[in-house]
């Protein structure tokens, strides 16, 4: 768009930005907004970051200048956006965060308390949920955080429904994300709500977004899974595998891959990854199916013909045994 046309709608997102702010928490959901704005004229977002200092270390080392105060007003209809930080930035000696940062967090946990009303929409990114919780307003809300945040989460929340392994999640005025590369999913979703759908989509396409996640997609990837080893033959039988589950996979054509025999391949597999071929292939398998659930109105005989399961029995029996409940109880209504 030229931008020449006043936009129909304004969206004031204040961005508030803590000590050792995770640098992906905020670039990856603001460059969301920043398309979205090039991309359409019914809805403008406005970004403005405010915090405690004027400036921040992030956690990769970049020091970030020009931070607004903490407002003393917020208009209705605004979002307050809090990102999350990281423990241990790059560089730092330890984990221990200076005196400054726990004053710094102690003032947007007291703003937070006297900012969020009626008409003012809460954003929590990452580890900014315990910010948020900290002020005492997720009590009764169903919310989430990054899975290593979960337990903490709870005890500053008790009240509150916390869903671990959840990629975001609204619930009526609190929108929560488990953060890093989940804010940008996030914010295509807010942008889609906001904007539509269409604009949203071009977004992530400009973004090489090739996959968009729904909010009740897994936080910790199955594709990752039985990967945290360094045996490169066992990563190219993996690779293969994870280009194309639904192929015709045997530990027959998994082991010429990897130039050995099936029984070596089978051992050697379990001893790297903890799980047998067949186990993976159906990890793929279940996930490829769960995409295909979740995204599309497919039948379920046509969803395990295009994820590689023999009938739709054997793709209930695997979902069943990695999920509990069944594929069709996975689909929106």
């Known amino acids: 768009m030229t931008g020449l046309i006043p936009p129909q709608r304004l969206?004031?997102?204040?961005?508030?930005?803590?000590?050792r702010l995770l640098l992906l928490d905020l670039a990856g959901p603001m460059e969301v907004l920043r398309k979205a704005n090039l991309e359409q004229d019914s809805v403008r977002f406005t970004v403005r970051y405010v915090g405690p200092s004027p400036h921040v270390t992030s956690s990769v080392g970049l020091a970030l200048a020009g931070i607004e105060p903490l407002p003393d007003a917020v208009a209705d209809g605004a979002m307050i956006i809090v990102l999350g930080n990281a423990a241990q930035p790059l560089g730092a000696v330890d984990a221990e965060p200076e005196p400054d940062d726990l004053l710094h967090e102690a003032a947007i946990v007291a703003w937070l308390r006297s900012a969020v009303r009626p008409g003012v929409k809460l954003v929590t990114i990452c580890s900014g949920a315990l910010l948020a919780a900290r002020a005492g307003l997720?009590?009764?809300y169903t919310c989430t955080a990054h899975h290593t945040e979960i337990d903490e989460l709870r005890q500053l929340a008790p009240t509150a429904k916390v869903a671990e392994n959840r990629l975001y999640i609204q619930d009526r005025d609190r929108l929560s994300t488990a953060g890093i590369t989940a804010g940008i999913d996030m914010m295509l979703a807010l942008v889609a709500e906001e904007a539509g759908h269409t604009i949203a989509l071009n977004v992530a396409r400009y973004l090489v977004v090739y996959l968009r996640r729904a909010?009740?997609?897994?936080?910790l990837s199955p594709w990752l899974e039985g990967r945290n080893h360094?045996?490169?033959?066992?990563?190219k039988v993996q690779d293969a595998v994870s280009a194309d589950p639904a192929g015709n996979w045997t530990v027959?054509?998994?082991?010429?891959?990897?130039?050995?025999?099936?029984r070596s391949l089978s051992r050697l597999f379990n001893e790297q990854t903890g799980m047998s071929v067949t186990d993976y292939v159906n990890r793929l398998r279940v996930a490829l199916a769960h995409q295909l659930v979740t995204a599309s109105r497919l039948d379920m005989e046509t969803v395990a013909q295009r994820s590689g399961f023999a009938s739709t029995r054997h793709m209930r029996r695997a979902w069943k045994k990695l999920h509990g409940g069944t594929p069709t109880a996975s689909r929106s209504p």
């Open 138 to 140: 997720l009590e009764g």
């Open 252 to 262: 027959a054509s998994m082991a010429a891959i990897a130039a050995t025999s099936a």
């Open 230 to 235: 360094i045996h490169p033959v066992i990563h």
């Open 215 to 219: 909010g009740n997609d897994p936080q």
């Open 11 to 19: 969206i004031e997102m204040i961005v508030v930005v803590p000590p």
